[in-house]
Structures are given as C-alpha cells and as structure tokens.
C-alpha cells in the first residue's frame, strides 16, 4: 500500500509517540492508524505491517507493554483506559488485521467494517470512533523545500533548513525545519516530541512558535518559526549589539522565562546560544527546548550534556533542576549579554586557594632581571631616587596600569562557583538593577529571588528613569508580553513528593463506556517558594519543644529509677572520716 493513499485517511496520524497516543485516545473504543513502530515490526516476524491500528481498551484488555508509561506522564483522573496496538498485514494486495481470516481491499474499509458492526477484536478492544489527525501534525505536501537545500545549522543529531509553510488561503511562509539523523532511533523520535509538546504549550512573544511536526514519515520535521536574523552568542561576540539594547534584551529573556515557569515548565539549556535576535535586536526569541520539562523539579540524566559552569550549586550537588536553577541559569545569561558572550567567569580574579597552572619557565635574556625586594631593603629608596632623578631631568614616569574590578573568591568559597558581577558594558545598566541580579545568584536556591518580583520592579521603578532610548525599547517588549501576577513565586516539593497533574487530553465528549476512576484520597498540597504556612511552622515548634522536654523528662526518670554512683576520691573519704 502506498503512502499517499493512507494519507488519505483523516485519522492517520503518521509517525507518533506513545504520550500522544494517550493524549489522543481518552475515551473506551478512540482509535487511529499510525505507522508501524520497531517494536511491532520485531514481533511480526517475518510479515511486514502496512500500519498499526491503536485503540484504547479496559486494563484486563490490555498487555503488560501497553501499561508502561513515560515517568514523567500521569493519567487523566477521570479516565483509566489503556492502549492496545493491532498490525495490519499487506499480503497479495488484501489487507487483513493479524490474527484474523477476514480481508479488505483497503485500510479504510477495514476500519469502517469494525466500526460499524461493533465487532471486538481477537484479544479484546473495539473500534468505535477514529480521531483525526491535530492541526499541528502535517504531512510533506505541506511543506515546499528549496533545491539545492539551504542548511541553517548542524549539530550532533540533526540539522536545521530552511523551507516554506503552505497552507490552505495562506500565502506560504518561510520556515525553519528542524530534523534528525538518526531515523529509526526511539529515544530521538521521543525528544523531538516532548520538544514539540513544549513548544505548543507555551505562547509567548519572546517564544519561538511552533508551526506543527511533519509526521508523514521519518525522519520527522520540527516546523518552527522562521526568524531573519542570528543566535544572540554569534551577534555579541561580533559586537553588533549596542549598549543601547542589551538591558531590554535581558528583560525579554526574563519574560520568556517567568511565563514558561508560570505554566509549570522549566527550560534547564538557558544560555545566549540559545537565545535568537532578529538583526535590528528588537525581535528576541527563546529557543531549543529539547531539555524542557513539564513539572516542579527533574533529576539530571546522565546522558544529557550542560557545561558544568552553567550549572546551579544544587544541581551540582544534587542532580535535580527547579525553577530556581533556571533562575540561576538566567543570570549567566544576562552577564554573557554585557559581556559580549566571553566564557563565563572571565573577568574574575583566581583566589589564593586555587593552584595557578605551571607557567613554562622563561628563556634566558640579555636584559637585566630586576633584583629581589624581600633580600635587599635598599632597592626600593634607590627606585625611588631614581623616579625623582628622571621627574627632575622631564623624563616622563609611566603611570601604573589600572586594576580591574573583578570579583575576588574568598576561603570560603573555595570549591563554589564565585559571585558573577557585570563589569563591561555598564553604561545603560540600571543601578537598581544590580542588587536584583546578584540575589539572582544566591548559593541556596531558596533565597533568590523570583522573576515576577523583578518583572515587577523593572516595570515600576525602573523603566521611569531610564535613558529615553532605552525605555522606548524595553517598552517595545513590555507592551506586547502577557500579564503577570506580581507576586507569582515558584513552587517547591520535597523529594519524596509525588505529583500528579492533568495533562489535558482531549477535549471531546467523554465515553459513557470508559470506566471511571475512584476520587483521589488525598491530594498533595505545596507551599510558595521560602515560605512555609503558619499552622505548619506552630506544630513543628510545639513538636520540636515536646520531644525535647520528653527526653528530658525521660532522662530524669532514668536518672531516679536507676541513680549512678559518685566516685570520690580516695583523700575525700578519709577526710570524711575524721570529720565523723
């Protein structure tokens, strides 16, 4: 059977995760044809599936395999359906679905065959209702792609070209198409679409938008937005950023940040690579959300390649990003910004502590070297008289060189990252600013501050005084980003903690077939980031005092039932003695 004639099919839905399927098939009898999965392929032997046919089914219907779900997925409350996948044969130019006798001159008539008579499948499971493919998935006839190919990045998996969009009554428009190498790998194909999933939950001006995923065939294409300009790293280091735009370029990467942590999701790769600025740096964009995850807190894969110097202090001890280490993570963004994108922590001074590398020895001149101070206490009168001796005869004396401010790592922090200051490019940085950044940077991650709290700031205090060049484009972004609660503070749970989230599968009516989940018992409850509730802190106090004066209580009881003897010494006893 040939692709364009499953393509057909409103409910072909290509090449598709698992989660998508979930999300797709809420309800009892759901179903969709999708492309056959390496897995089906290795369990059909030696027959070649044209395609899969899934349908969601009651847990006794279901295998052991179509239970297992991605960790970081959890089911609709209202819904505890399963998924079970059946392959469809091509033999001799008749479809048939394996393990069954019936043939059927097409995909779709098969369908329609089950559909229509309610007839269960061989090992359970009905199809009642097909689900049509999403706006966002589309097929290759969607997408023009110029010849020669115009290649617009490279990296380890994949690469980005460029194309064109069309759609129905739209002129086409120019696209940024972004695909794997690696085909048939599973876990590629999985972080293409949790990076897609991502992409189409948040919205935002300062985003980049997510046009859809051709899921034809592999290998698979991100249809991003297409923007005429670079990545923010490339046009730092080659100085095309005026001082005039970099503080409105940061508070365009803080509003990005705060609206993807205000819908639960935290980026974990925010650095000025993946930042892109239009030419005119009016236009900025956060990009490359192939680490972003939706949830309170993530534990660092091993796999997953962040420099270490971008790393929160938490994550490095722990493993486990927040919304605290994005913050982090932000704020070495902003110092690249000012710093025109040089390696983080250059401008600060080593300490004592740290051993300097080994500095090749020096080849022997002819010049004198300068004899040493600590062994002749008379050189430094001699170089004084000699200074006087050429101020006297108009010889000009080099003026000492200046010394920069940088910031200077104390014992203390030996083996933690050190404080990060912004020392270049100051001109247009805003003095109240300075104190919010560094409160950024706080070692624990409970004491920085939170995004809406500068947003806020920025918006009321600052923006008034600043250079009217400088407000006028902060305020291009400040008018066109989405409200926000001033006194939105991040969330914080408890390793122990388990959370569980709609993900909101499915808008349809539900299934009066799909069997319904009893009510959670107890729902789990999380307090603002440093704040903890009132009745919460009183019972620990009362229980913290308790137990102490239990075990002091307990100690007195022990020392009376059981009394230790004193030992005296010797001269004491006979004194004693002659007393009486």
């Known amino acids: 059977m040939e692709m364009t004639t ?121 199809a009642l209702r097909p689900v049509a493919r999403r706006p966002w998935q589309l097929l290759l006839s969607d997408i023009e792609f110029p010849v020669p190919e115009v290649v617009l990045g490279s990296g380890e998996f994949g690469k980005v070209i460029k194309g064109k969009l069309l759609r129905h009554g739209i002129p086409p428009i120019d696209v940024a198409l972004k695909c794997a190498t690696a085909e048939n790998h599973a876990e590629i194909i999985s972080e293409m679409f949790t990076e897609a999933r991502a992409m189409r939950a948040l919205m935002h001006p300062n985003i980049i938008r997510l046009e859809g995923v051709v899921v034809e065939k592999l290998p698979l294409y991100l249809v991003i937005e297409f923007l005429e300009g670079s990545s923010l790293l490339d046009a730092l280091r080659k100085k095309k950023v005026n001082n005039i735009y970099r503080f409105p370029i940061c508070m365009a990467v803080l509003y990005a940040v705060l609206w993807m942590h205000m819908q639960n999701y935290i980026h974990r790769d925010i650095a000025a690579r993946n930042v892109m600025i239009s030419h005119d740096c009016r236009t900025v964009k956060l990009i490359d959300f192939g680490l972003a995850k939706h949830g309170l807190q993530f534990t660092l894969d091993v796999a997953t390649k962040i420099p270490l110097k971008r790393l929160a202090p938490e994550v490095q001890k722990t493993k486990i990003f927040s919304a605290k280490s994005d913050t982090w993570a932000l704020a070495i963004c902003f110092w690249e910004i000012y710093h025109d994108g040089a390696p983080i922590y250059s401008n600060v001074i080593p300490s004592l502590d740290s051993k300097p590398p080994a500095a090749p020895s020096p080849a022997p001149s002819a010049t004198p070297t300068t004899p040493d101070t600590s062994k002749n206490s008379n050189v430094k009168g001699k170089q004084a008289t000699q200074t006087r001796k050429r101020a006297k005869k108009g010889i000009a004396v080099p003026a000492p060189k200046p010394v920069v401010e940088a910031p200077k790592p104390t014992s203390k922090d030996k083996g933690e990252p050190p404080e990060l200051v912004i020392t270049q490019n100051v001109e247009f940085l805003p003095e109240k600013f300075v104190p919010r950044f560094k409160m950024m940077t706080e070692k624990k991650a409970r004491k920085r501050i939170e995004l809406a709290e500068i947003a806020n700031v920025v918006e009321k205090e600052i923006l008034p005084t600043l250079p009217e060049m400088v407000r006028t484009e902060l305020k291009y972004h400040v008018d066109r980003r989405p409200p926000f609660d001033p006194n939105f503070k991040v969330q914080f749970v408890n390793n122990n903690s388990v959370v569980t989230q709609p993900t909101g599968a499915g808008t349809l009516p539900g299934n009066p077939l799909t069997p319904q989940a009893a009510p959670a018992a107890v729902t789990p409850t999380f307090t603002p980031s440093g704040t903890t509730p009132a009745k919460l802190k009183t019972t620990t106090r009362r229980r913290s005092k308790s137990t102490a004066k239990n075990s002091k209580s307990d100690l007195a009881q022990s020392s009376t039932s059981a009394p230790e003897k004193k030992t005296v010494p010797e001269k004491q006893k006979t004194s004693r003695r002659r007393g009486k």
């Open 6 to 126: 499953l393509t057909s099919l409103p409910y072909f839905h290509g090449t598709i995760d698992t989660r998508e399927c979930r999300e797709m098939l809420p309800d009892l009898g759901d179903f969709l044809i999708r492309n056959p999965t390496n897995e089906m392929v290795k369990s059909g032997g030696s027959r070649t599936f044209a395609c899969i046919l899934t349908t969601a089914v009651t847990p006794d219907q279901a295998s052991d395999n179509s239970k297992m779900l991605p960790k970081d997925y959890s089911l609709r409350l209202e819904c505890t359906t399963r998924l079970k996948s059946y392959g469809i044969i091509l033999e001799n130019g008749v479809y048939s679905l394996l393990g069954t006798p019936e043939t059927y001159q097409s995909v779709e008539e098969l369908c329609n065959s089950y559909t229509s008579s309610r007839k269960a499948f061989p090992q359970g499971g009905m």
